[in-house]
């Protein structure tokens, strides 16, 4: 912070903690970061042996670090007037009421943060989102932050995160690029300068962007819009190899070794889920209504029906081969986060599926090496209105196992809802003589050897696969 010596004078304090970003780190010790939330519960967990959430390698980078130059601290003012650089870091979930409802992002805590910044600042500051905003929202914190009744001179920076969970460290320490989006004044752009030289200590010089504002912010939705079409594009032709007898799998590599396409991204499954993909794409979808841009909202609106279309098409094709009726049958789930090295369950695809069996009185078995039983809950009651205080005999018809042997144990049909390597090693001789016959198995990361399995006796479906 301001006390420290060059070469790098500034102290970053990252506002907001239940957002699951890592962008704390910094591999140098000129420079103090430390992490506030109005949340005790958050901070006392992060400064305790048990982190929040479970991410590989981040133990490590929290213990090289923590009370060296990384603090966390409920203490937001004095972090504020220490600070250089103060980077917004709040969840914008979508407005589920009012104007944009569904759609729109409610950027209610960044605004709340530029207040705040402006309340407590005795110094001038560089002021980052690096929360996932609508494009302009740096406009409004900056409008916050200049009704400042002492004068203080703020910079608004745009500086989008785009590691992924599961592999966070590693994408925070190598980066494709970083993008650092800035007015393009003389002030914007010497705060642009800084916010650089901060991260070129780790990251090679040619991979700092640095754009306009507005590019910045839109980017970001960009880049997660592309990614998430990819999947439902490979999802639609997955629908398609099933109807015609083609395999999926051939086609991403016939399709992707064209590098113009590119192989990454194009994994068919049960459907994207997680906090970003949905909510950044409706977030681009009311942007281009608000701009009257209908077809382009039309376009981009369609990845997230295809989506939908896919999570609906799995748990339908599940409930119709096992003979129409899955009503009392035990089905063990094996994986519950969106992803695998997780255990986050934000829009994950599994509670789709397990909803609409739930829906069709299936005995559910849980198993997943990361997610609480609590967490679990807490997302579907949140997104499919779904609780046990609500909907009677709910907490009994869902079990969460110990391991996968045991929630396969007597079940009708086995489902692999995340790709979890440890999947790939159980012993399948040992579950099918467990099971219930016929045994299925409903491979919907097509992570499974589909032919061992047949060859012990299952009855397989996979995605996008001759069955
Ligand atoms: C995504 C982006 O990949 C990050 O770059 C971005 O920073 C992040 O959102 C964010 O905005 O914070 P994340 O949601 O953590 O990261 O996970 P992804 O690896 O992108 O996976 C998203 C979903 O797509 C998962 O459910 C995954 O299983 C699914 N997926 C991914 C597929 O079904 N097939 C694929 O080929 C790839």
Redesign the pocket.
């Known amino acids: 912070y301001s006390a420290l010596a060059i070469p790098i004078v500034v102290g970053i304090v990252v506002v907001g903690s239940f957002e ?2 890592i962008a704390f780190y910094s591999k140098s010790f000129d420079i103090r970061v430390c992490v506030v939330d109005l949340s005790k519960k958050q901070i006392d967990a992060w400064n305790s042996r048990d982190l929040p959430i479970y991410e590989p390698g981040l133990r490590e980078v929290v213990d090289q670090s923590l009370g060296k130059n990384l603090f966390f601290s409920l203490d937001i003012d004095s972090e504020i007037k220490m600070a250089d650089i103060i980077f917004i870091s709040v969840n914008t979930p979508t407005k589920t009421q009012g104007i944009g409802a569904g759609r729109a992002a409610n950027i209610k805590n960044c605004e709340l943060c530029a207040r705040k910044i402006a309340e407590v600042s005795e110094s001038d500051k560089i002021v980052v989102e690096k929360s ?1 905003v609508p494009v302009r929202t740096a406009q409004a914190v900056n409008r916050v932050l200049e009704c400042n009744e002492k004068g203080l001179k703020f910079q608004v920076l745009s500086n ?8 966070a460290i590693a ?1 925070l320490m190598k980066p494709d690029r970083v993008l650092i989006g800035g007015n393009q004044s003389p002030e914007g752009l010497k705060a642009a300068e800084t916010l650089v030289s901060v991260y070129a200590n780790w990251v090679p010089r040619e991979q700092i962007l640095t754009t306009n504002l507005w590019s910045s912010e839109l980017s ?1 939705l960009v ?2 819009a592309f ?2 079409q ?2 439902s594009s ?2 639609s032709i997955s629908a398609l190899c099933e109807a015609t007898g083609a395999n999926v799998s051939e086609i991403t590599r016939a399709v992707g070794m064209d590098d113009r396409i590119g192989k ?6 049960i ?7 949905q909510k ?1 794409i409706l977030n681009l979808v009311y942007l281009c209504e608000t701009y009257g841009l209908k077809e382009c909202a039309d376009y981009w609106n369609q990845v997230i029906l295809m989506n939908d279309y896919q999570k609906k098409r799995f748990s339908e094709k599940m409930v119709a081969c096992m003979f129409n009726t899955v009503t009392g049958k035990k089905i063990a789930i094996l994986g519950y986060a ?2 695998k090295d ?1 255990g986050d369950v934000r829009e ?2 599994s509670m789709f599926v397990v909803r609409d069996l739930l829906l069709e009185q299936a005995q559910i078995h849980v198993y997943d090496p990361q997610v609480k039983r609590e967490d679990m809950w807490a997302e579907m009651d949140y997104t499919c209105d779904l609780n046990p205080s609500t909907y009677t005999g709910l907490e009994s018809a869902v079990t969460t196992s110990p391991d996968a042997y045991a929630a396969c144990d007597g079940a009708h049909a086995l489902a692999v809802l ?2 979890w390597d440890e999947f790939k090693e159980l012993d399948f001789e040992h579950i099918y003589k467990s099971m219930a016959k016929p045994a299925f198995v409903f491979d919907g ?1 097509n992570i499974l050897d589909h032919d061992a399995l047949r060859k012990i006796g299952f009855e397989v479906h996979a995605i996008g696969k001759p069955d």
């Open positions: 699951r970003r996932t989008p995160e785009f590691l992924a969970e599961g592999t994408d970001k880049a997660n990614l998430a990819r999947v490979i999802n990454r991204f194009l994994n068919s499954s459907g994207f889920g997680g906090s970003c993909f950044d969106f992803k997780t994950t695809p995340t790709e990361r």
